[in-house]
């Protein structure tokens, strides 16, 4: 890439702006729509802040459209506030939204998505279940309410079986006072699911209520882990409104999803790189060695 002055753009990164603004150009008059992208790549993700940063952009250029599609590629975030965004994109489109889904929309990105009228997906496209992730500050690992459930029905049969298991099992679990509150969170996205899909997607339908909550009861409870992949065909099973575009308008999606994707990836790499200088040295190589063995590991 040519050198240039901080803050300024180069040739290159001018020339794919103008690539990705005449696809959605394209894109817009296939659809007879107003296109928005909503890209948060790794480590971003969907947060509090989401939403003045979105509500800046479209209030700004998008004032109220007749027809929004929004083109989302996120791995998730904070549920919260992916219902907030959800609600938010509603106001900007007066009649219809859709949410266009290239590759991912994981975990609270499959909560936003499903806030619209309908979606739409391709052979690579990809929802997620909706469990919340919940960290352990101990071990810095991640996982699901579920897995709670599990863990207290195992104690229960080995209190029964083997009392002494059970009250090994017992005392090693952390925080118990809390466990009731992880489960509480798989209610709040469950009623948040259910309150999007009754508000929009199946709004007019006489049986919104039952749908919605058997779609939002399955993407919350129904899957054995977070990572499972909810492609075109499993969302159609799940009752979802899914369409699948004409060749024409899937080509020019993906192609913009490729440029965009590239870029994001680009400021992520480079807001990891700019991380790193402020490290020390000892720490930055210590790190630096270790991505290089995991960026290895995937390539071979």
Request: charged residues 35%; aromatic residues 8%.
């Amino acid at each position: 890439m040519p050198k240039t002055n901080k803050g300024k753009k180069s040739t290159r990164e001018k020339g794919i702006e103008k690539r990705i603004s005449g696809i959605v150009k394209k894109l817009e008059k296939l659809r007879k729509s107003r296109i928005f992208t909503f890209f948060t790549s790794y480590p971003s993700s969907i947060s509090r802040n989401t939403i003045s940063v979105i509500y800046k952009t479209l209030r700004k250029e998008f004032k109220k459209t007749p027809v929004l599609d929004v083109i989302v590629d996120s791995g998730g975030g904070d549920v919260d506030a992916a219902y907030h965004l959800a609600k938010l994109f509603r106001e900007f489109a007066k009649k219809k939204l859709t949410f266009i889904i290239p590759r991912y929309a994981k975990s609270a990105a499959t909560l936003l998505v499903c806030g619209g009228d309908e979606m739409i997906m391709g052979i690579t496209s990809e929802l997620g279940p909706l469990d919340p992730q919940i960290t352990d500050l101990i071990k810095g690992e991640q996982f699901s309410p579920l897995s709670i459930r599990s863990t207290l029905d195992l104690i229960k049969q080995e209190t029964e079986e083997s009392p002494e298991i059970a009250k090994m099992l017992m005392d090693k679990l952390q925080f118990p006072l809390t466990l009731g509150e992880f489960m509480k969170s798989l209610d709040i996205g469950e009623t948040y699911l259910k309150k999007l899909l009754i508000g929009r997607m199946f709004k007019n339908d006489k049986e919104k209520e039952k749908k919605a909550s058997k779609i939002a009861k399955s993407l919350v409870k129904d899957y054995p882990h977070h990572g499972y992949c909810i492609d075109i065909e499993e969302a159609r099973n799940l009752g979802l409104k899914v369409k699948e575009p004409p060749p024409e308008e899937w080509d020019l999606i993906w192609k913009l999803y490729e440029l965009i994707e590239g870029q994001e990836r680009k400021k992520a790499r480079k807001k990891m790189e700019d991380s790193l200088k402020s490290l020390p040295e000892p720490i930055r190589k210590i790190i630096e060695k270790e991505l290089r063995k995991k960026t290895t590991r995937k390539e071979g």
